[in-house]
Nanobody, 123 residues
Framework: QVHVVESGGGLVQAGGSLRLSCAASGRTFSYYGVGWFRQAPGKEREFVAAIAWSGGSTEYVDSVKGRFTISRDNAKNTVYLQMNSLVPEDTAVYYC????????????????WGQGTQVTVSS
């Protein structure tokens, strides 16, 4: 089992950048796949990006391709989401989720979720 905590959210102007971090506990985190999801007010939680335990495979929702990059540093038990060229539509609470050998865009792929970090993009 792992415990994940998100950080790095904040308020940024359109066109700006933020880097979110997902820090995990547990000695076996290197075997956990991680997904980032987001939830805007009044909307369902949606998939943003995922990275396999090895880091060799990544997946993105079409709306963030070319702007967001997911990466991991297993030595630091941390997964990052670099977000560039932000637009107001990216405003949401961003959640990190993880599971042993998990990977993919479905929320059911992951059992362990953080509390979320707010990202607000002003126009």
């Amino acid at each position: 089992q792992v415990h994940v905590v998100e950080s790095g959210g904040g308020l940024v102007q359109a066109g700006g950048s933020l880097r979110l971090s997902c820090a995990a506990s547990g000695r076996t985190f290197s075997y956990y796949g991680v997904g980032w999801f987001r939830q805007a007010p009044g909307k369902e939680r949606e998939f943003v990006a995922a990275i396999a335990w090895s880091g060799g495979s990544t997946e993105y929702v079409d709306s963030v391709k070319g702007r967001f990059t997911i990466s991991r540093d297993n030595a630091k038990n941390t997964v990052y989401l670099q977000m560039n060229s932000l637009v107001p539509e990216d405003t949401a609470v961003y959640y990190c989720a993880a599971d042993f050998m998990g990977y993919g865009s479905g929320k059911r792929e992951y059992r362990y979720w953080g509390q979320g970090t707010q990202v607000t993009v002003s126009s």
